[in-house]
């Protein structure tokens, strides 16, 4: 088990890992990607991506869900939290 923190974005339907962090916990081999998905960057730039099926955990509480492989190496978190995983929780802004 690996503990990665995580970036919590309602605006984002998927949750998305680095690529690296995928590749180091051996979760981006052949095998475990489900599909490849076209997605389009705030630039216009289209790219295709790998989704695999993962199971984590937040707060106690386990997701078994399908996330899309991204570099997020030049981002402070490697785990992007997608709304799609967030059903059962409250999501509240600090003002």
Do not use: C, Q
Request: proline share 1%; aromatic share 8%; glycine share 8%.
């Amino acid at each position: 088990m690996v503990e990665v923190r995580a970036k919590v974005d309602t605006g984002a339907f998927r949750s998305s890992i680095d690529r690296n962090l995928a590749e180091k916990l051996g979760l981006l081999t052949k095998e475990r990607i489900l599909y490849y998905r076209n997605y389009k960057s705030s630039l216009g730039k289209h790219s295709d991506r790998p989704v695999i099926g993962i199971t984590f955990w937040v707060n106690g509480i386990k997701i078994v869900t399908a996330v899309n492989v991204a570099d997020r190496n030049k981002l402070r978190t490697k785990f992007l939290l997608g709304r799609k995983d967030l059903g059962g929780f409250l999501v509240s802004a600090k003002k």
